[in-house]
């Protein structure tokens, strides 16, 4: 039990995401989400020691193992740990650590670099502040309970962007993105809702990665409120009729 719990403020400590973007610093790895629980091993040997057991939407910083199907995890104690790929949203952030003057979040010296710069930028990491924020139908509490549309409507509001209420309205206005491969991170996502035959749902982009997914940030009723999600998995391609960018 001793040992489990050095290891679980190891793995904890290595990764704030809540932590201030910066410019600066090494880069250690890219920022990676659980979508499942999973073990973390002490090699890339699915009979190998287990670490630790990271739990759902955990925020982990991997890199490549060098072999397939599996990720290296940063701990705190300088070593590595292995997690299956196959559990793992790679998510597009670097995850840099100050050489000089390391700035402790929650006892972290890692913070998270958006590739986007200026206002985009600003507002994604920004929305990362809310993940776990519990869908509420109707909510604009950004702590205590939202919907989706109004999810979006303030985080653009952050950064000077008015935008109408509903998901339907708001797919009304901004520039028109008409290529799945054209999308940028900040991008407005539309969903089609069946049960209304309606425009019904709305998050936004977060940017694709090398392993061909394409993430993006909602408040989903059907998941635990805000969230990220993959946008390359038929669900959501089948479900995405609009784009729209405003800066």
């Not at 060098?66 to 995850?95: C, E």
């Not at 797919?171 to 019904?200: N, S």
């Not at 936004?204 to 392993?211: A, K, N, R, S, V």
Request: some cysteine; overall charge positive; charged content about 25%.
């Amino acid at each position: 039990m001793v040992r489990r719990t050095i290891l679980l403020t190891f793995l904890l400590a290595a990764f704030s995401p809540f932590a201030r973007a910066s410019e600066e610093g090494r880069v250690i790895g890219k920022l990676g989400q659980t979508v499942d629980t999973a073990p973390i091993r002490a090699t890339a040997n699915p009979k190998s020691r287990v670490y630790y057991t990271a739990k759902k939407f955990q925020y982990l910083v991997i890199n490549p193992s060098g072999k397939s199907g599996w990720l290296k995890v940063v701990l705190q104690n300088g070593r590595s740990g292995f997690i299956s790929a196959d559990v793992v949203a790679r998510l597009p952030y670097d995850v840099r650590v100050s050489d000089t003057k390391p700035a402790r979040t929650g006892g972290s010296q890692a913070s998270r670099s958006a590739t986007p710069s200026g206002a985009v930028g600003s507002m994604l990491d920004y929305s990362f502040r809310y993940i776990g924020t519990p869908y509420k139908w109707g909510g604009e509490s950004l702590t205590k309970g939202i919907d989706c549309s109004a999810f979006v409507q303030k985080l653009f509001g952050k950064i000077g962007v008015d935008l109408p209420r509903t998901a339907a309205q708001q797919a009304l206005v901004g520039t028109p993105i008409e290529r799945f491969e054209h999308l940028q991170p900040g991008d407005r996502l539309y969903f089609w809702e069946d049960r209304r035959r309606m425009i019904g749902h709305t998050g936004i982009f977060l940017g694709f990665t090398q392993d061909g997914r394409a993430h993006f940030i909602h408040s989903s009723s059907g998941r635990r409120g805000v969230q990220t999600d993959d946008l390359a998995k038929p669900n959501w391609r089948r479900l995405l009729v609009a784009a729209r960018r405003d800066v």
